[in-house]
């Protein structure tokens, strides 16, 4: 399977993990930090599906650019609540798996502008 198509898949299951873990948030009366999570953990799918539907390599590599970067936000706000003890959570869980999109995310990123550099 493709880096860009793990990527959409894993970013897609991510956002459903961050959904779960947005009302287990609310159900333990936090409302704040979550819903950042919220937006930057479903935003990292809704930009590689724009990524894949680019019109160009420099539009592809902008909107997975987009991605990779809220995929750190969402790592953030992870660690934030886990850290501050808010919410009780499977903190490691998510951990992984934010990482590994980190990870595929960079990748992706990282070849593109190499690829580009190349043909310039």
Excluded: P
């Amino acid at each position: 399977m493709q880096k860009e198509n793990l990527i959409k898949d894993m970013s897609f299951n991510f956002a459903l993990s961050i959904i779960e873990l947005y009302k287990i948030c609310k159900s333990q009366n936090e409302f704040i930090l979550s819903k950042q999570l919220l937006r930057s953990g479903t935003s990292i799918g809704a930009n590689a599906q724009e990524a894949l539907a680019g019109f160009s390599e420099k539009d592809f590599l902008h909107k997975m650019s987009i991605a990779s970067k809220e995929a750190r936000e969402s790592q953030y706000w992870i660690d934030l609540l886990s850290q501050s003890k808010l919410v009780q959570f499977d903190e490691i869980r998510y951990k992984l798996e934010i990482q590994s999109i980190i990870n595929i995310s960079t990748s992706i990123v990282k070849t593109l502008q190499d690829k580009l550099r190349l043909k310039s």
